[in-house]
Nanobody
Framework: QVQLVESGGGLVQAGGSMRLDCEAS????????MGWHRQAPGKQRELVAI???????IYADSVKGRFTISRDTAKNTVALQMNILKPEDTAVYYC?????????WGKGTQVTVSS
């Protein structure tokens, strides 16, 4: 099994910045794509950003130019640097990892952006 633990959430004012970190532990051999999803109140969970082992990245249109995803494959960590935060970025952010089609999820960390 793989355990994903997020850190770094909290409250920030609109226009501010915040960094989320995630560390994978357990049986981490062969983890491929890692990333972040989020779920706002009353909305479906959505992809924020993902990164492959070769560091190819995909971002949701809503965060392009504001968020940056990075990973340290050797340490099994993935981070999300969030800049120019908006109230609509308020959500629970989940770290995700994939191995051979199986998805793993962290418990999530709350990010609240005040206007």
């Amino acid at each position: 099994q793989v355990q994903l633990v997020e850190s770094g959430g909290g409250l920030v004012q609109a226009g501010g910045s915040m960094r989320l970190d995630c560390e994978a532990s357990g049986n981490t051999f062969g983890l491929s794509v890692m990333g972040w999803h989020r779920q706002a109140p009353g909305k479906q969970r959505e992809l924020v950003a993902i990164i492959t082992p070769s560091s190819s990245k995909i971002y949701a249109d809503s965060v392009k130019g504001r968020f940056t995803i990075s990973r340290d494959t050797a340490k099994n960590t993935v981070a999300l640097q969030m800049n120019i935060l908006k109230p609509e970025d308020t959500a629970v952010y989940y770290c995700t990892a994939n191995r051979l089609g199986q998805n793993f999820w962290g418990k999530g960390t709350q990010v609240t952006v005040s206007s």
